[in-house]
């Protein structure tokens, strides 16, 4: 069947014009709409077999904070994949980066006369971990790009020497303690606070409800086709009813008394009886959102974006064009590099130390999450939202099956699997749509 046809200047619902059905007239994108069913579908079968823990919000809090990493490398990796290449080094980058940030915080710096909790140890550490993830990224793409060495090799070679350059670097050691103010990084241990969570959900449900009015003046402005009021309506009331819904259950989960006792006592006070203090919104969390705004503004507002994706969808047209697609390939394995730097940071503060399996295994789930949302392996097409909805579909999988009792070899056949399927049901999608 061809699509509804639309006068080219007119709007919606205009006379003489043809009727929209519901799914139309909202013009939602049918993959993320599938996306967002399947992850509720997961959410709700789980939250069956245990009872209601699943979206408890203390789990929710703790689902939050597990997929953070993931997704941060997630939008890179679409970057990646949209140019035609694969990145099989990122969680190898992100150990020797948290290797790296380990040792000059528990080895080198109070060598240097810097002890733990100095000022300058957090940021100087993490400075660190952030120029070793660049550096890293950006020889992968010189010898990509200017070499041209295949990406699989070059990465799949860095897969195995950068872990193992970051073992050497520890002598096996896992790697602790870790300055205060960089484990505040990690979640649990840095929150915003119920108010101060409160007044970022806000700013939050506002930039959305501008976001719908902006889009559609825009589209006024240039005489396209816009949706119905209502449908715009439906569209932001649903936006800021998840944002705000989001932080009313990060902040319904209640900080544990000891924790909240030892923080008291820290300041010299004592907690009054009856008290309770939620979590509210990590700061982990508020960084991933962030990279995706960041991320999403680079694909689709600037040059570098633009460049990445008229590349991925015909490399050679591209470079006749005048596209330095050599560089390109540098600046977008940079990018990769340094996202696998700042992954690094958030990590190893949520586990309070530097382990030498940190990172095992993200290879698999970065490029699974970016497959499910999306991202066309034959490149030219993904979106950031997409990539970061799949890590956390990737990670309720895991996250519930760990609740369930299932083991851990099933639970990656499952998630083997669903990688699989996922990819299936993209080509599906394209071949019925027509899309390359």
């Known amino acids: 069947m061809s699509d509804t046809p639309r006068t080219s200047g007119g709007t919606t619902g205009q006379a003489g014009a043809p009727q929209r059905s519901l799914m139309q007239s909202l013009e939602l994108d049918m993959r993320l709409l599938g996306m967002i069913g399947a992850f509720v579908l997961i959410a709700l079968v789980f939250n069956f077999f245990t009872g209601g823990n699943f979206l408890s919000p203390r789990n929710i809090f703790n689902l939050t904070i597990q997929t953070v990493s993931v997704a941060i490398m997630a939008t890179g990796m679409v970057f990646v994949i949209v140019t035609r290449n694969i990145d099989l080094s990122v969680g190898a980058v992100l150990a020797i980066s948290s290797a790296m940030m380990a040792m000059m915080q528990a080895r080198w710096m109070p060598g240097w006369g810097v002890e733990l909790g100095s000022p300058v140890m957090a940021p100087v550490a993490m400075l660190t971990g952030l120029i070793i993830g660049t550096l890293i990224g950006a020889f992968n793409g010189y010898l990509i790009g200017y070499q041209k060495i295949p990406a699989f090799i070059v990465t799949l070679g860095g897969f195995l020497v950068w872990r193992y350059a970051g073992w050497y670097l520890t002598s096996g ?46 589209r006024l402005r240039h005489a396209f086709p816009v949706k119905p009021l209502w449908a715009e309506f439906a569209l932001g009331g649903a936006a800021v009813a998840t944002i705000l819904g989001f932080i009313a259950t990060l902040n319904a989960y209640d900080i544990p008394k000891g924790k909240l006792r030892r923080m008291f006592e820290a300041r010299g006070e004592v907690v009054p009886d ?24 680079v694909a689709q507002k600037t040059r570098l ?7 991925g969808g015909n490399p050679d047209a591209a470079e006749l064009s005048g596209i330095n697609t050599r560089l390109l390939t540098v600046k977008v394995f940079a990018i990769m590099g340094f996202l696998c730097g700042l992954s690094a940071i958030i990590a190893q503060a949520r586990l309070q130390s ?22 066309a392996l034959s490149g030219g097409a993904g979106t950031i939202y997409g990539a970061i909805l799949g890590a956390l579909i990737m990670q309720s999988l895991t996250s519930g099956m760990g609740m369930v009792g299932v083991d851990s070899p099933l639970q990656n056949i499952v998630v083997g699997s669903v990688l699989v399927f996922a990819v299936w049901i ?11």
């Not at 009856?274 to 503004?297: E, N």
């Not at 974006?305 to 590349?311: N, Q, R």
């Not at 382990?355 to 970016?370: M, Q």
């Open 274 to 297: 009856g008290f309770s203090q939620g979590h509210g919104l990590p700061i982990s969390v508020l960084i991933l959102i962030v990279v995706a705004i960041s991320m999403t503004v």
């Open 354 to 375: 530097h382990a030498n399996d940190i990172g095992t295994l993200d290879e698999l789930r970065v490029i699974a999450a970016a497959v499910i949302g999306g991202t």
């Open 305 to 311: 974006g633009k460049y990445i994706f008229a590349t």
């Open 173 to 218: 050691q896992t790697i602790a303690p870790l300055d205060g103010t960089f484990i505040l990084f990690g979640g649990a241990e840095g929150t915003l606070g119920e108010t101060l969570s409160w007044v970022v959900g806000g700013l939050a449900a506002l930039a959305a409800i501008y976001g719908v009015w902006s889009a559609r003046q825009n």
């Open 426 to 436: 993209d080509i599906q999608y394209r071949k019925r749509t027509g899309v390359k």
